[in-house]
């Protein structure tokens, strides 16, 4: 399985999975880092056949609406 770990969650979650042997990219890692604009993480999930883990509630409306990204996980604050 493949992630891709949004800005607000921390970098610590991407380098823990990948301690487990996943495929794990923090967008702190892209080329543009945690300002990569949120149309090209979807585009990268997409591409990339990711599991985009984020607290972006932007991401949830689009993949409601235009199944994008690939596959979400929408991390909530109570």
Request: charged share 30%; proline share 3%.
């Amino acid at each position: 399985m493949k992630f891709l770990i949004d800005a607000q969650i921390p970098k610590d979650i991407s380098d823990f999975l990948k301690e487990k042997g996943y495929d794990s990219i923090h967008t702190s890692e892209l080329t543009l880092g945690n300002k990569t604009d949120d149309s090209e993480i979807s585009f990268i999930s997409i591409r990339q056949k990711r599991v985009l883990i984020s607290k972006d509630s932007d991401f949830y409306y689009s993949f409601i609406l235009k199944n994008e990204p690939y596959k979400l996980v929408l991390v909530k604050n109570r």
